[in-house]
């Protein structure tokens, strides 16, 4: 293919990369070493990407974790214009302000709907694995050319801004990274089997009201500690679902999934472990409580749970 | 079940749930989790960097989608989206924080129902457009807003894009989970199509929709109730 993954894995790493050099030379930051430091570390799992032993790459991680751990990332300065100059942009720009801003999902849509078979010769154009990344690697590159032609800006502006919004997140950018390495140790050690063979062993599932609640609740738990449904939906699926909801209580295959990843969802809205949903947000709207999304998920979360239950329990004969 | 299942590895869970009901740092309890499941599992240190190492490297597509719009987003605040945002939506007189957010849930989950998953997400939509459009709503009918309320707002905008995201999508065939779902049902000998996995998933998501949005209407409740609060306590003074 001709615009592949790793294309963009090298621009983000020359983002990273300009992200330390920019702080290294930010002496308002208190910490600016360890912070390039950290940005450095992480610019190098980028750019050089599968070319690291992976052992190096290990040590660099729990390098970084430890930066981050000991509260050695710290923001530098912002350098951003006075209110009444960003009033005067928005009045002066108005409706075309936006034009970049939607660029970015309508050439997604556009490289995963319309440009998804186009060959250039014998290769693809956009990389077909990764179309909807790639696709939208490309708006997010047309949406920068945009605003730059808008505003007269250079995109090095761009680049600090992106550095000031990084910034401002901090280490929050790398824990979803993090946790998606911890949910593929999980799954190596075989903690999945572990909770399954807890589950199943000591939970009343003799009743069908019981066996639906149990089922529900141990997918939502269960998302909850690992993060993520797409774990959960083996583990709980295989050791309830399958074996007690369809197998003893004869339930309609396609419901108990459809529910059951939806339960797992209930899950996901209410655990810090799904941080690029519930952490990140947090960090990228600058608020003072890293929980204040979950807490304002779970009065959804918690009542459509119940209601998994009660669907499933009705409609698992159709 | 006559197999013996090493349950050790549970104590990886146990590390995570302590870490952060310990309120220490998240990074720091992956770290330590990392370390104690690998522990736990018998692993040696080096197969544990490893395999750290390895799913460090595989796992890095996963920011992409957070970072690559942060350039062009960053630039446009600068020349004011956000004060765009904000002015556009006060014009409109019927606006409410609770109906600004019940509209763009209906949006999300339609749009993510039908495959259109990249129209919204935080760093592209919520950041820049839809946190300071409700907020704005507020302040047009309320005046200024206490930090508390502000920073819930900016919470709830957030939680709505999460809930219109997670229960329109799986009620997409094409969505990864339907396809997932069904190769493990596949594997253990059920033979399901996807079609009806995802027709079944439509009464829950319409269940999401009228409890979230019955959650807005109460964030609304809350905003009048609290400005009411504040601008009798000012006429007290």
Not at chain 1, 17 to 41: E, Q
Not at chain 2, 23 to 42: D, F, K, S, Y
Not at chain 2, 173 to 188: D, H, R, S, Y
């Amino acid at each position: 293919m001709i615009v592949s993954l790793d294309l963009f894995y090298v621009l983000v790493g020359l983002l990273f990369a300009a992200c330390a050099l920019m702080t290294v030379r930010d002496r308002t930051n208190p910490r600016r070493f360890t912070t390039a430091l950290f940005w450095g570390l992480y610019a190098l799992v980028y750019l050089l990407g599968e070319r690291l032993p992976p052992a190096v790459a290990g040590v660099l991680m729990i390098a970084m974790a430890l930066v981050a751990g000991c509260g050695l990332v710290k923001p530098g300065r912002a350098d951003v214009l006075p209110d009444d100059a960003r009033r005067a942009g928005a009045a002066r720009l108005g409706n075309r302000l936006l034009v970049p801003a939607l660029a970015i999902p309508v050439v997604t849509m556009l490289g995963a709907v319309v440009l998804k078979d186009v060959h250039v010769g014998a290769r693809f154009l956009l990389d077909p694995k990764n179309l909807t990344l790639v696709s939208m690697g490309c708006g997010s590159i047309a949406a920068l050319a945009l605003a730059c032609w808008l505003t007269r800006a250079t995109p090095l502006q761009g680049v600090r801004e992106a550095r000031r919004l990084i910034d401002a997140m901090s280490w929050a950018v790398v824990l979803p990274h993090m946790l998606a390495v911890l949910g593929l140790l999980f799954s190596e050690a075989g903690v999945g089997k572990a909770v399954a063979h807890v589950a199943t062993s000591y939970f009343p599932l003799d009743s069908r009201l019981l066996a639906c609640a149990a089922f529900c609740v141990g997918m939502a738990l269960f998302t909850v500690v690992m993060g993520n449904g797409f774990a959960a939906f083996p583990v709980i699926a295989g050791g309830i679902g399958i074996p007690v909801l369809v197998g003893v209580y004869r339930a309609d295959p396609a419901v108990m999934a459809a529910i059951g990843m939806f339960s797992a969802y209930c899950g996901t809205l209410m655990t810090p472990m799904a941080a690029n949903f519930n952490i990140v947000p947090a960090a990228l709207l600058e608020l003072s409580d890293k929980n204040a999304v979950i807490k304002a998920q779970v009065p959804t979360a918690l009542p459509l749970l119940g209601a998994n239950i009660l669907l499933l329990y009705f409609l698992m004969y159709r | 079940m006559h197999t013996t299942v090493n349950l050790w590895p549970l104590l990886g869970i146990a590390a995570v749930a302590a870490g952060f009901l310990l309120r220490a740092n998240p990074v720091l309890v992956v770290i330590a989790a990392c370390g104690v499941t690998g522990w736990a599992a018998h692993l040696p240190v080096m197969h544990l960097l490893e395999s750290l190492g390895g799913a460090f490297i595989k796992t890095r597509n996963l920011p992409l989608i957070l970072l690559l719009p942060l350039a062009a987003i960053g630039l446009l605040e600068r020349f004011g989206l956000k004060e765009y945002a904000q002015s556009s939506i006060a014009r409109i007189r019927s606006a409410t924080t609770g109906r600004l957010l019940t509209v763009y849930l209906l949006a999300r989950e339609v749009a993510a129902a039908f495959g259109l998953t990249s129209l919204g997400g935080h760093p592209n939509m919520v950041r820049p457009l839809v946190a300071p459009m409700a907020e704005a709503a507020a302040e047009a009918r309320h005046g200024a807003l206490s930090e508390p309320l502000r920073q819930r707002i900016r919470a709830m905008s957030a939680a709505t894009d999460n809930v219109g995201l997670f229960f329109g999508e799986d009620v997409f065939v094409a969505f990864g989970a339907i396809v997932l779902m069904q190769t493990i049902l596949k594997a253990e000998g059920l033979d399901v199509d996807p079609i009806r996995m995802a027709l079944w998933g439509l009464p829950t998501a319409v269940t999401a929709f009228v409890i979230h949005a019955w959650n807005l209407r109460r964030l609304d409740r809350r905003i009048a109730r609290e400005s009411a609060g504040e601008t009798a306590a000012e006429r007290a003074r």
